[in-house]
């Protein structure tokens, strides 16, 4: 039975591809072939084809890899390190006065 992949939104849709035309250009600068990528990330050609496609179907630790290979793994540290507003949300739901502003 195949895989069924939920659908995507089209915003998170657009994300995808740019993504993927953001790791091919990384991966073109580094001067590395589709097929060096895939062997040293452990996948085939067609998967990494998918990846820089924008296809939602490949796994995000197929991507931690393939940034690992390019030297971009410190990047994925970065997404959603600043959560405003879930700290918003959280100081809204506590008793008192919201943190960082004073008592009037």
Known sequence: MAKRTPPVFPAAA???VALGERLRAARRRRRLTQAVVAARVGVTKQTLARLEAGNPSTSLATMLRVLAVLGL????????ADDELGRQLQDEAQPGPPRGRAAP
Request: proline share 0%.
């Open 14 to 16: 657009r994300q995808l």
């Open 73 to 80: 793994a410190a990047d994925i540290d970065r997404l959603a």
